[in-house]
């Protein structure tokens, strides 16, 4: 599955963006997907994640807990973050990732597709 992350840009402290995963190749119902985010000099970290299948069972970080929201459009083949009262520490790169193994976890290992990343940054 090859996935393309988008909706990344400049905003202003307590603003709002959603990014948008588009997947191609198998249907991204099939898998586990996440948003991880990585800032400049930072390690990659967890933001959410939603199961697989129609559920959508869905895994915030708590440092967005109550901020974003994962969510997923089977038919579309797409995730979505809507991200709101965004923050300065809320910069950086973000990138979408697909689970064949059907894992909605925090765990990166996990993840075997990644997109290319799209970056927001968060004036103050």
């Known amino acids: 599955v090859q996935l393309q992350a988008s909706g990344g840009g400049l905003v202003q402290a307590g603003a709002s963006l959603r990014l948008s995963c588009a997947a191609s190749?198998?249907?991204?119902?099939?898998?586990?997907m996440g948003w991880f985010r990585q800032a400049p000099g930072k390690e990659r970290e967890f933001v959410a994640a939603i199961s697989s299948g129609s559920g959508g069972t869905t895994n915030h970080a708590d440092s967005v807990k109550g901020r974003f929201t994962i969510s997923r459009d089977n038919a579309k083949n797409a995730v979505y973050l809507q991200m709101n009262s965004l923050k300065p520490e809320d910069t950086a790169v973000y990138y979408c990732?697909?689970?064949?193994?059907?894992?909605?976890?925090?765990?990166?290992?996990?993840?075997?597709?990644w997109g290319q990343g799209t970056l927001v940054t968060v004036s103050s």
């Open positions: 190749g198998r249907t991204s119902s099939s898998y586990g």
């Open positions: 990732a697909a689970s064949s193994i059907r894992y909605s976890g925090s765990s990166s290992r996990r993840y075997d597709y």
